[in-house]
């Protein structure tokens, strides 16, 4: 099956009807802005080197450069009498149609919501979508400071191939690594039910808790 990925991106809903995606707008850029204010999101190596926005118009216009041209989602979480809120942001970095490679990134989540297997949920179904259109390579790349995605995604099935050393260079001169993980299409049809089982704690026979 041939990768064929939309113009523009659907809206889905996950496994438990929690959460939403939808397509990133300007009207997210705000709310955004106020996550990535927050010290949590830095803790854990995010920017690609770049240096940490510092007031509102700063992390406005850092949210603007690095989304520009991306196709992401916004993640809402639903709430009673038919509201949401913004929670983060999950999508598309790279793709090719040719080697069926898509490169998934620019995650972002409310620390809030951490631990309370948000991204674990949002993740199961971003591959969904993607395997659906004809991807057969997911992959990403984990600065190797990151140790809460990078166990994430081992628990999801992903395989850490390596790590690219000395991959960029902090503001401040000091090198980065990032360690290189995918998951195949053929893989997937086995570890999606141990993938959702986890969501609610229940395990299928023969399969390991995540």
Sequence with gaps: MALL????LP????ATGRFVLAPFTPLDVEPLARLLARDEIWSQGFSDSEARPAGEAELSAFVDRRFAGLQVFSVYQKLPLGQSR???????????????????GRTVLDPDLWGAKVNHE????LLDWLFSCGAGRIECDVDSRN??????????????????????????????????LSLLTEEWPELRPRALASLSGQTPAGLLAV
């Design 5 to 8: 990925l939309p113009d523009t």
């Design 86 to 104: 913004f929670v983060g942001t999950t999508g598309i970095t790279e793709h090719d149609e040719w080697t069926e490679r898509v490169k998934i």
């Design 147 to 180: 140790q809460r995605s990078l166990a994430s995604l081992a628990r999801f099935g992903f395989t850490a191939e390596g790590t690219r050393r000395r991959s960029s260079r902090n503001v401040d001169g000091v090198w980065r690594d990032f360690v290189i």
């Design 11 to 14: 809206t889905l809903q996950t």
């Design 122 to 125: 949002v993740k199961i179904t």
